[in-house]
């Protein structure tokens, strides 16, 4: 990973020098093994330890033994035997091939890892938490397909964020499971030299269980799911990043990314405040797909093994995190220092006309117009109309749409007519609907029959008080985010 | 493909009544080259072709002998000798592999699925064109970043949708090339049985050049790039269907998808217009570049061939033609019936408050700054400082964003209060920087020393009428996109 | 997914029938809910689905109101609606929306799906520990890198396969349990209209419980990791059939897909046996790995929503279940009627010369060797030299490696005197190590002078009799496979 | 890319300091160009190009200032603004935006790339042109389905893999084209600030065309098929990695990848000779495809340009072009280090018992039969009986297949008798068909009386010493090759 990305936490895990120290790690605990099994003299381990562990790794002396021999773990086992004395060295990297002492110590490179995902998750989901705490009440306008939809409060667009991480995570934490297992079963996996007890010890001491049924490696099905999770999680913080993204755009913004003092948002224009670090995260979810991609391919390999997975491991796991802890701190970031305009939220509901209720306002009429005869699909289509009645243009408004400038002086002027223009007031159909006052719509094929006697019965609806405050009650953000505390009680347990 | 997506004119060129006249098509190729080549007797091929192209296949018959015998092209042989005597059986399908047989055919049935491709294509781009010129002064807010960016003409958007479109073709067309050549080369395409002559007379028969260094089959180093290009028109579909789909965000939508007269768009809520078929192309374009990946990976083949592409052949190419043709006319059927609110458009600039304008406005400002020692990065700071403080929020906004609601009774209150209050006056940097009425930013830490410095300037800098007049040129639409034209005429040629 | 590969079973749950069939259970099963708590009159249940499930969905009714409408679960809303009277029509999917009715239609189709892969699963397995325990005793010679590195059984290959698939099946069934989840919460999620209650009781009727937290949908998050569960299933079936197409390869097969009496192998080379069914299985992966790619794109959505999934979920996940299970029977029978050539499998660890037992014939020497003065490093040489000596090319054939053919006549000249050459007499490593009978390998810069010291070194150690002994038993398939045990007792309890 | 794998070239291109180099040349041709068409004063490109020429970019200076404002870009204006006096300053990247100065810069590093790309594949296609021609009379065993097919000479597969290569090359350069366009049209792409004509000589300084119908950016349309092609390498490099391997395969070799004389195969199996590098290609080409599809993702950006690319870009392509070069000079060093077994193809060839010349056996013999009444179905079927008869297995190989060990007892008796079992005699269908010896054959289904009606014939047809002469021929290289000649020609032309 370019060091503009790299994450310290993920390169000190899988550099060089912790991987050989691991591998040394899995040829002592061989070592002990054998010791605790009485297959070596008494002693050996605490020889061969003290001697090896008093050396420190020689990369330099490694990197040029492995160009000569080209077999890495050769080159370390090389590198090892230099300052055992000849008694000791049968004990060293006996009776077990490369991988036997490679495979455990990459599972314990993913586990750490993934530990520091998890860090970061945590932290991400508290954060995430308490903004869902914090605007519990503060009414915004729901959208679906980009167009407002009914009423939500902030806080629960950030606990559906949250609750989607933490499906996540949760799918996480069972593929991670696999990681407990390792093998140090020898070249084919069926213990030619090795002893299955051995093993067990050995991976006894390291934390692992003995894999049954691996070839000269362990089964890349046990770690591609893990890509995957990640991945998974990737392509949720770039959902969070869109909804950001979207509820940041110019006009009537609802929130934005945190913007710094000295920030600057374009060489040419200096009014912009752009949101690059959510735009960044999908990049970043791209690149996660990509290596993901890379390391589904390892599960197929010939037979008891080829070596085709050994580089794109080398790569794509450590990238894999670089960028998935990149975009969680990211995340905790943006979540932590997002503005928000609760203000903005309440106008955008404000100039919908009412149709946030449209839902509740259908269900209402339903349920109210059985007695004058209306039938569901009626009541739908009712508030159907209103919805578009309450956003038929003005007539300047078509104007504009049907004669368009044929020059640029005719922009100007249409330009600086409209910098001139008042808005118009707008009706809602909070008020239209209980008074009757459906008209021909120019966009829907309603048969204005039809609206004569909708209107009639909505005005003897209406006339009733106690419909009419029902009706006006719908409109109100309390009754209709009423049931949210559901979800707050079941995902945050408040 | 389903039939809810699929297109007939793709059917018809990949259903097996098709395929197998092709194969015939080869078969009888091979004979008439062998007969013009001397290497039959006279007569042969008007012989065979008589008998042959009078009997039908017998698609049922075939099926059933390939399951008995596991080998479709040898079923058909079979089923084909049934109409000959022995004497012509041994002139048909004689010294040639399954792939001689198949491969040319493939390749005609990627041509004729690429002519629809182009058609669909041709009219995408006259619809376009005429979009363009439509609305060649219908101005709107450029956006990068989902931010209001820099004026241009709607009509403009339209040219890059289209030279986008245009580069993807022209790509297609490129690698298409490939298509001019198959093999009739024998089992491992070293010619052990059949002459180089016969293959090169019956492929220009066919209407091919032979592709010399074919195994058993054409490298699919031929075929991927195709599949790809297909996959970039969808990817740039799927962009295009994103621009329709942000400019319909509700609120102060700038265009939407046509909404048909009896269409309903949520079975909930009534009062929805959602630009579905924009979104379906985004799923579409998925589906596209899975299917961009399975063909790719049958480049990779054993030695002179193993079969592991037949399967996705029969499925990938069908399914990404269907997918492309279906989204090129939605595309088509979007573009024609995209309603324009070019109001929208003019109301979303004047909201920019002359941020519109803020790039030529730095550069005018470097350069009569200068003079006054207004260094070029300073520029750039005062228009920062002015769109920032055009923006800056009302003190009502303020307190809101600062006290959020601890309940819902409260968010009642504050919704109802929002609905009373009128929308403040708004200010312009236009009129702001030349009066030198910059103000302290919560947003920056620009210093107030420095605000009150250029400031003076900038009132000494308007003094002057002829600098004032140049100032507010820059905010014309007329002025801004006069530099327009050269697209027009670079792409559309007027 | 087309005819040839379609499976019935799940074609049968994909289909439109079946799908409108769901959607009305989940439209019931809200009006029972709604009854059992008390929110409509009692019996209303009743007579709705009396008359509702007496009345077939007519399905081209609901494709003709779809076409009108362009909303696919309104039509069918309509198409019920129907058969009810007005009174009763208000409670027909009353107060949800569209995806409350299809989420757990959705969700319970992947079930059944996920059923029918499970059942062939079982079947697979069994076969496989059939086959584990038919050959437990049948050696051949494991491979690393293709090539030959130690002894096994092929029941233990069997084993490996056996354990890979579980490995995939338990990410299956870990993943799988996100189905038990589903939500009828509304057109946003936050229960604007319907209360959590009915969503509750009516999700319990149908098997599921709420997920808390969903948005319009669920989030696709729930469901991706089936499908790489599956494409995992997909490329461990690859890797299977990989072996199995390498095992097969002409020369000295080890074992072969069998062959029908009446197949036919090519249409131009009678002779062919060609493992044309585990080839195609690498198609299918390649087709998996593209739904796979297509599903999990769908993760990504827009704030409450947008409705890219769509398409792709009623293409992807059936065909990538037919995929699946096409493959899953295609190994069965493959497994099933695998021919198995144990003879062909002694041959192969006969020719390799010894080399089959150099792993432990290294450590047999290290071990010996350490009185002698040799070292760890030397005794691993030694192996490594006798194993290039015993393959040291024969005069003849080195003549033939360094003299190529100069024309066609040369060449077949050199091919007919090869039809009349024996081979020639084969030695091992078994026998000239002990002989100390090493030589210089043109291959390997060992010296002549660490040679001799060597030669003379092994005739000292096995001039002892016992350490003859224990040489010779390294070289029985007794001794090398005995651990094999463990493997099968942990993977098949026996 | 990790050190282990980066290309110095590559990495020489890609770091930061070419970068800002190449961003200082653009902003130094606007200067020239604004000069040149008299925008700014004469001398003005002189005096800045000289001040900034001769002051290195500080990378840590720029790095610092990026972190404080957030923009590459503009730090690097900054960096570069501090050596410029006031009155020049208003000259430095004037009227411009971020990525008018980056995109050509961007173009020109891919353009480097791909010519270290070409450099190699040129010397790779060289090296396969020599292996072609010194192999051009070595004949083998062609494969299809990893069976024995017909012969072709080992210099014709050389030829193929040439030929795929220079596929993929042709479409890297066609689509490379797109390369000498660019962009200098201001922040959306229609010269907001900037005149056309800059962009046009600006552009022509820098050895670039304008692109008509940019947004802020280039269309990622024009850079996708570049990697896509480049992916295509791999793919196919990968191909020819797989037919190594095989080739490879333990057993009898028919090449192996050259094995260092200090190499070591396994820590463990002193006697491996592994072909790691084919191995490690396919590891490389999954790396690609990944990369790849990170980079096709890059097509889709909002309306005038989002920054998801940014990252991306940074990341994907010098990785992408790392793995590219590295598998090409990979490649390089394998086929011309190839140990080629000349003897061991012929010993395939051999052992194939005539079935290499079956397709044209079966053409003689129905040419040969139709005087005889022989169907040209029952000539194929008598090949495919004499096919089956020669490979039928001796009665010891029968029952070793029956009676499978119960024991590692019997085990050993196995295998120590098979150690003592002579080959057995091989016929071929040379002979026996001219003899009319077929067999009934254990695994097909051919009616005794069939076999012996077809006996009958094939005696009385090679009694006559013409037929059999006619028939010896086609088993000999030089017939079977014979067409060779026509690819030599098409692709090496000689």
């Known amino acids: 990973m370019i060091k503009r990305y790299a994450q310290k936490e993920i390169s000190e895990i899988w550099n060089d020098t912790n991987k050989l120290n691991l591998w040394l790690k899995t040829e002592l605990a061989v070592i ?6 009485g297959k070596v003299p008494k002693g050996t381990y605490e020889k061969i330890s003290e001697i090896l562990n008093k050396e420190p790794i020689d990369l330099n002396w490694w990197l040029k033994e492995e160009k000569k021999i080209r077999h890495d773990l050769n080159a370390f086992v090389h590198e090892r035997l230099r300052f055992l004395p000849n008694g000791l060295q049968i004990y060293f990297h006996s009776k077990i091939t490369s991988f036997d002492t490679e495979e455990s110590a990459f599972a314990r490179m993913l586990k750490e890892s993934l530990e520091i995902v998890e860090k970061y998750y945590l932290e991400l989901e508290a954060s995430l938490g308490k903004s869902a705490l914090k605007y519990r009440y503060t009414v915004m306008y729901g959208k679906t397909h980009g167009q407002g939809a009914e009423l939500q409060s902030f806080g629960k667009r950030c606990l559906t964020w949250l609750r989607d991480l933490r499906v996540d995570i949760d799918i996480l934490e069972k593929v991670e499971e696999g990681l407990k297992y390792s093998k140090i079963s020898g070249a084919i996996g069926d ?6 007890s051995v093993e067990k010890e050995s991976l006894r001491i390291l934390g692992f269980e003995p894999f049954y049924g691996a070839t000269q490696i362990m089964p890349r099905e046990i770690y591609a799911p893990i890509a995957q999770a990640l991945t998974q999680i990737m392509l949720t913080l770039d959902k969070i990043a869109t909804a950001i993204r979207l509820g940041a755009r110019s006009g009537q913004s609802i929130y934005q990314e945190g913007f710094g003092r000295t920030q600057e948002g374009s060489s040419t224009m200096p009014h912009k405040k752009n949101p690059i670090s959510p735009e960044q995260t999908e990049g970043m979810a791209r690149m996660a797909r990509g290596y993901n991609d890379m390391i589904m391919s390892n599960i197929k390999t010939w ?19 670089h960028t998935v802890i990149h975009s969680l701190k990211t995340m905790i970031r943006v979540i932590e220092n997002l503005s928000v305009y609760p203000d903005n939220m309440l106008l955008e509901i404000i100039e919908s006309r009412g149709c946030y209720a449209s839902s509740e306002a259908k269900e ?24 578009f009645n309450v956003f038929e243009p003005t007539e300047e408004a ?6 368009l400038p044929k020059s640029f002086a005719e922009t100007d002027e249409l330009f600086l007519k409209a910098q001139e223009t008042p808005k118009p007031d707008s009706i809602s159909i909070q008020e239209i609907i209980p008074k009757g006052e459906l008209r021909i719509s120019s966009q829907l094929d309603t048969k204005e029959e039809n609206i004569q006697k909708w209107n009639k019965i909505l005005q003897k609806i209406f006339f009733n008080p106690k419909n009419l405050d029902r009706w006006k009650q719908i409109f109100l953000p309390s009754y209709l985010l009423k049931n949210e505390e559901t979800l707050y009680r079941a995902i945050l347990d408040v």
Chains 1, 2, 3, 4 share one sequence.
């Open 32 to 37: 002990e093994a054998m010791e605790n099994l």
């Open 191 to 196: 213990y030619g030299s090795i002893d299955p």
């Open 364 to 387: 209402v009429l339903k349920k109210l117009g059985v007695s004058y005869g209306l039938t569901s699909e009626e009541a739908w289509k009712i508030i159907q109309l209103a919805s």
């Open 398 to 403: 078509k104007r504009i749409r049907e004669t």
């Open 303 to 321: 037979e008891e093994r080829t070596i085709e997975q050994s580089c794109v491991e080398r790569i794509a796991w450590p990238d894999l995190f």
